[in-house]
């Protein structure tokens, strides 16, 4: 299950004391702290964007390469079942061709048979 986690920058509250035990230096130090904090989580924020992003991205290309995978087997099967017909076509024409030589030898003879006949008769 994807889940992405929604960072918003919020500003932490270290500095809110009233103790005086803290001095001005320790106070500074926290501060820098909560601007780094603040920043490390606006950046997390945005990379959590980005990998949501990509992740969309990711999954659109996936469904286009299984378009194209559908595609190309349909299309792969339509090219097989066109070569089924022209094989059958093909082996058709060399049952006519057969044919032909057949009756071209068969012609051939008679014309010879009726050029002899004339020429003895």
């Known amino acids: 299950m994807d889940m992405i986690i929604s960072m918003t920058p919020q500003k932490i509250p270290f500095n809110n ?3 005086n035990n803290y001095d001005s ?3 500074k130090q926290i ?3 909560e601007q780094k904090l603040t920043t490390l989580f606006s950046e997390l924020s945005a990379i959590t964007t980005h990998i949501g992003i990509a992740r969309n991205g990711i999954e659109n ?3 286009n390469i299984n378009e194209i995978k559908k595609t190309l087997y349909t299309t792969t099967e339509k090219f097989d079942i066109q070569l089924k017909e022209h ?3 093909l082996d058709k024409l060399e049952q006519h061709k057969s044919k032909v030589e057949a009756a071209t ?3 051939a003879f008679l014309i010879t048979t009726i050029a002899a006949y004339r020429v003895f008769f």
Do not use: A, F, V
């Open 17 to 19: 004391y009233s103790d």
């Open 25 to 27: 230096y320790e106070s």
């Open 31 to 33: 501060d820098k702290i």
């Open 61 to 63: 290309i996936e469904s």
């Open 87 to 89: 094989d059958k076509r």
């Open 105 to 107: 030898i068969i012609l």
